[in-house]
């Protein structure tokens, strides 16, 4: 199904589920519970950050106002990726940056969104199209 040099414009989930810079955390968590979806990026026209269900959760364990902005509870920078980029590359990306969620953004708007989830359920293709590739040979005592 997934080749290893499949992009991600072929594995994205979309349309993303945006909130307004301006939603409260209750609003989003109602969102995030509405759609069965793990976050939500902020901004409706350009990604502002991104809030997850981590993020609520924390704001709650934090005692948060549920009317407190998500902008001040959300990730910001956002780590994000281009359609045009391979899966490996989002993986490399999501490894390196310690993320489970990547915005596909063009022009700063983001018109999808990967997630180590969509990478999981796409992973067992990849390793079947690997399993031809020889192991290395393994020295005594080099075990794991």
């Known amino acids: 199904m997934a080749e290893p040099d499949a992009t ?3 594995l994205m989930t979309t349309p993303v589920e945006t909130v307004p810079a301006d939603a409260t955390l209750a609003a989003a968590a109602r969102t995030l519970d509405a759609e069965g979806i793990g976050s939500l990026i902020v901004g409706e026209d350009r990604v502002r950050g991104i809030v997850t269900e981590s993020d609520v ?26 359609r045009g980029n391979t899966i490996q590359a989002a993986a490399e990306r999501m490894g390196h940056n310690g993320v489970k969620k990547l915005p596909i953004v063009e022009e700063g708007s983001a018109v999808g969104i990967i997630t180590t989830t969509d990478l999981a ?5 990849l390793r079947v199209n690997m399993a031809h590739q020889a192991e290395p040979e393994i020295r005594d005592g080099e075990f794991e």
């Open 57 to 82: 959760v924390a704001a709650v364990g934090e005692e948060l106002d549920p009317t407190t902005p998500v902008t001040e509870h959300m990730t910001d920078p956002v780590v994000t990726i281009r």
């Open 121 to 125: 359920l796409h992973l067992p293709d």
């Open 8 to 10: 991600v414009e072929e």
